[in-house]
């Protein structure tokens, strides 16, 4: 092939022509993966083709379903309509998401992923990185959100293991809605080594009508796309369905299915040109490779038809009826041209009639283009450095992230050796930055494993520094580093090891942990010197500056033994004189028959029904991973709901912490969580009315009212949530699970203390998540949420808001109402018999809980105050002014925010 200056350079690697015959194959599905992701069902679609959810294969993110009546799914819309209806995303803080699939080692895959935002686009586009292993195979920039974009790629797996992660761009969450894998035969295609993937461009059926359905499974065993003709390629076509299709020639693997080669078409010129990129290129370093397969076979009958084909208007090579480059008709032949490189901003490729053929006019059946990647196959990071990490994981409790922990991108709480610098194949972690995590526990010593950790919890740069490998933590390890530790705002418990005090250390911050005992002596000894730089406050148990020693708290019972009564809590409203009780394992076992009636699963683990001798009924939560995080979570819930007691909170029975099992034992609640009801929507027994759902907020607000101000010393719940609200037989709110929550004092109860950040994604705070400051208000925002929940019946984190580019639900219920209309907000289960002005009052007050600015968030007290009055308007009689089907109120046009809000306080004061 000729150089062309300046314009276009094309390198042949590899050009073959192959003869074959087609056989067709079984329609099987073996090897296929095909994950629905967001669902949690599994079924089998129009193609036959066998789905499943997502939730084996990852355990980041969160579900989000699509009203897809306005997505534009095309001619396929039929076959991909409900794997499109769901998607998983992946919101904040968490940079990196992986999935975990298991493949044939050294298999030969075509891996297809689709995206389609939705509701979820938030902002004018969605931008993310997709990886394949330890490649970076994709940049997406989703700016149309409800058009599907498909991204399929052929790839050799090198190990049995594969994952594909998702990394967090400049706007928006990364997210998937589906992500197919189909085996493909070891011939297939010219993708023979490891260290390429190949990313399809297009592939086309030619021939077949623009707008039909594409041809995939089962008429396609790989299940690859064959698309109709596009728009702005016209050609006349040929179709001849009853072709005879020779059987006798060997077959290769990637021709196409029949039905693909009984269509053509049939021109005197065929050319078509694609970009290949977005802008032209800057330097031969940016040079892509590219993969191109003409199919051919001559449908018409005629045996003199002689073509060529032309690259960019340069001859590639001449397909006849001569020798070995035959074109020998009936007889398909698949023309490849493998590895050649471009230096346009587009591809122009020409099947055209040679002069001395008989026939002059060109055929085409198929034909496909790849861009190829490299990639380093050999890429690793070092097995030490990944089970160090995992043991880090383990310990902190930080399972969210997944997959390898520096390809194909680092965590967001580490860094990694540069290979372009380093020029090795095995990577290191060089960097550890863990503040602002909430861990808990002791300092691990595997840090020693990493053995080119340069630095330590800190967020500045430090000098690198070897260590040697797998050796105890020792001062040797950074002899040469002037360190700065950064270990605040985490759970670390026990004395601040001894070995610090041997460290280079020039500044060592501790705050708000649990560490306890004297400063180490050698410690000491720098900080008195001027040498180290100490901060350590909020550690009660700790003696240093002006905290005074105290003694930790008695330790449990010893493994085996059954332990004490916990000391009786004071009598409260509706709590007479209650206590805790201890109970034993072989108890729990017989209260629970086994625990073999499962009530449902939590973040803590699994919730059993049980009843005690004397016939009470009771939930027990058993802890799922007995991890020391857990463990804590469960002595801080057992010592304060042994002292915490009220109508409105669920009722305490007991304990059990026998051979470490962290079991608690409460009252039975029978209608279950708030959550439950309001995505079941409706059950046998009826559906929630407007009454019902507002005497649920009143009651749970009660109980939080409770604790913020009359429990000595008041509680922070920091979970408040739909899950979390318990409902008795008569529909009884009480507010439950205080594993995370926090005493204080009544002046930090609203000035704020900083501690670790704690919650739910869609209740959290986004002020306490930012700056770790802990107030009562952090309750209250919560619940403003739930408040919504309540009136809408749409979870916080849902994306299913029609007609809506919302993102949350305070934003969707926002523009909604400024139609002047509470009804395009309210649950539609409700029905109809609800009175317009209490609905608007507790919207208005759950906006007021969600405001940004702290100081103008009501108190759970002034929203009880309100909840009160809006029962009032509910209760109050049918011949006031305002009936109670009307909520729809005449609005002004053209009003600005402000306006509208005194409006609305017009029209609700009458």
């Not at 969160?62 to 998607?87: E, F, V």
């Not at 005074?548 to 449990?556: F, L, T």
Request: with cysteine; glycine share 6%.
């Amino acid at each position: 092939m000729k150089r062309r200056g300046g314009m276009a350079s094309a390198k042949l690697l590899c050009v073959a022509l192959v003869f074959w015959g087609f056989l067709r194959q079984a329609a099987a599905q073996e090897g296929f993966i095909s994950i629905d992701c967001g669902s949690t069902d599994s079924y089998t679609d129009s193609l036959g083709i066998a789905w499943v959810g997502d939730r084996r294969y990852t355990s980041s993110g969160a579900n989000a379903a699509i009203d897809i009546k306005m997505a534009n799914l095309g001619p396929d819309a039929s076959t991909d309509r409900r794997k499109l209806q769901t998607l998983r995303y992946f919101p904040e803080p968490v940079g990196k998401f992986c999935y975990d699939l298991t493949l044939e080692a050294n298999g030969k895959y075509l891996i297809r992923m689709t995206f389609l935002a939705g509701n979820q686009l938030s902002s004018n586009s969605t931008d993310f990185s997709v990886s394949l292993g330890a490649a970076h195979w994709q940049d997406l920039v989703i700016v149309d959100p409800w058009t599907p974009v498909v991204k399929e790629a052929s790839f050799i797996a090198l190990q049995v293991n594969l994952t594909i992660c998702f990394r967090r761009g400049t706007n928006g969450d990364p997210f998937v809605n589906s992500i197919e894998v189909r085996p493909l035969s070891e011939n297939g295609y010219q993708l023979t080594i490891g260290d390429w993937i190949m990313t399809n461009i297009f592939r086309i059926d030619c021939g077949l009508k623009t707008g039909s359905p594409s041809v995939r499974y089962p008429d396609d065993p790989s299940d690859r796309i064959w698309a109709a003709d596009p728009q702005n390629f016209s050609f006349p076509i040929v179709t001849n369905a009853s072709a005879l299709l020779a059987s006798t020639f060997p077959p290769v693997s990637n021709h196409p299915p029949r039905v693909v080669l009984q269509t053509a078409w049939n021109a005197s010129k065929i050319t078509f040109r694609w970009p290949v990129h977005y802008k032209p290129f800057e330097s031969p370093i940016d040079l892509g490779s590219y993969y191109v397969a003409l199919y051919f076979v001559d449908i018409t009958g005629l045996n003199s038809r002689i073509q060529n084909v032309y690259l960019d208007g340069y001859t590639v090579d001449r397909i006849d009826n001569s020798g070995n480059s035959s074109f020998s008709v009936p007889a398909t032949k698949t023309f490849e041209i493998a590895g050649f490189q471009w230096y346009n901003s587009s591809m122009e490729v020409s099947v055209i009639p040679s002069a001395d053929s008989t026939y002059p006019v060109a055929l085409l059946n198929g034909v496909e283009a790849w861009r190829l990647q490299e990639y380093n196959s050999s890429l690793t990071t070092s097995t030490v450095a990944v089970d160090a990490i995992e043991a880090i994981k383990r310990q902190f409790n930080l399972s969210q992230w997944q997959g390898d922990p520096c390809l194909a991108w680092p965590y967001d709480w580490l860094k990694c050796s540069e290979v372009e610098t380093s020029g090795v194949s095995t990577i290191e972690v060089t960097s550890l930055i863990l503040s602002n995590f909430s861990l808990t526990g002791n300092i691990p010593t595997v840090i020693g494993d990493l053995v080119e950790l340069n630095t330590l919890f800190n967020e500045a740069s430090i000098p690198e520094s070897r260590m040697p490998h797998q050796t105890p933590l020792t001062l040797a390890h950074f002899s040469e580093l002037s360190l700065n530790w950064r270990l605040q705002n985490n759970n670390f418990s026990g004395q601040i090891p001894e070995f610090l005090g041997s460290l280079p250390l020039t500044v060592l911050i501790l705050d708000n942990n649990h560490f306890e005992g004297e400063v180490p002596r050698k410690i000491q000894e720098k900080i008195n010197s001027g040498v180290l730089t100490l901060s350590a406050t909020n550690n009660p148990l700790l003696c240093f500056g002006d905290n005074k020693c105290q003694k930790a708290p008695a330790p449990s019972a010893p493994s085996g033994k059954k332990n004490p009564k916990i000391v009786k809590g004071a009598t409260h409203e509706g709590g007479g004189g209650q206590s805790a009780t201890s109970f034993s394992w072989s108890e729990v076992s017989t209260m629970t028959k086994n625990f073999s009636n499962l009530l449902g699963k939590g973040g803590y683990g699994n919730v059993y029904y049980g009843e005690l001798p004397t016939g009470q009924k009771v939930a027990v939560k058993v802890n799922k991973d007995n991890t020391k995080h857990s463990n804590e979570q469960f002595l801080n819930e057992v010592a304060l709901l042994s002292r915490v007691h009220h109508r409105h909170l669920v009722s305490f029975v007991g304990f059990c912490s026998e051979e470490n099992h962290g079991i608690l034992i409460f009252e039975y609640m029978v209608q279950g969580t708030l959550e439950d009801h309001l995505e079941k929507k409706c059950t046998k027994n009826g559906c929630l009315d407007w009454k019902t759902r507002l005497n649920i907020l009143l009651s749970s607000s009660k109980g939080i009212v409770y604790i913020h101000q009359s429990c000595n010393p008041p509680i922070i719940h920091r979970d408040v949530k739909t899950a979390n609200i318990l409902l008795n037989e008569h529909f009884v709110a009480k507010v439950s699970d205080f594993g995370i929550s926090k005493p204080t004092t009544d002046e930090n109860r609203t000035r704020g203390i900083t501690t670790d950040v704690k919650g739910t994604f869609g209740y959290l705070d986004p002020e306490y998540f930012r700056d770790g400051r802990l107030t009562e208000k952090n309750d209250v925002y919560s619940f403003g949420v739930v408040m919504l929940e309540v009136i809408t019946g749409k979870p916080p984190t849902s994306f299913n808001f029609p007609n809506s580019r919302a993102s949350n639900l305070l934003d969707w219920v926002k523009s909604e109402i400024r139609t002047g209309s509470i009804g395009t907000i309210v649950d539609p289960t409700m029905g109809s018999n609800y009175r317009a002005e209490s609905v608007w009052k507790v919207t208005e007050l759950a906006i007021s809980c969600l405001n940004p600015n702290l100081s103008e968030r009501p108190t759970m007290a002034g929203v009880l105050e309100d909840l009160i009055e809006a029962m009032d308007l509910v209760e109050a009689t049918a011949h006031e002014s305002h009936e109670s089907t009307m909520d729809t109120y005449p609005s002004p046009s053209n009003l600005s925010a402000s306006d509208f809000n005194q409006y609305q306080q017009i029209v609700q004061s009458g």
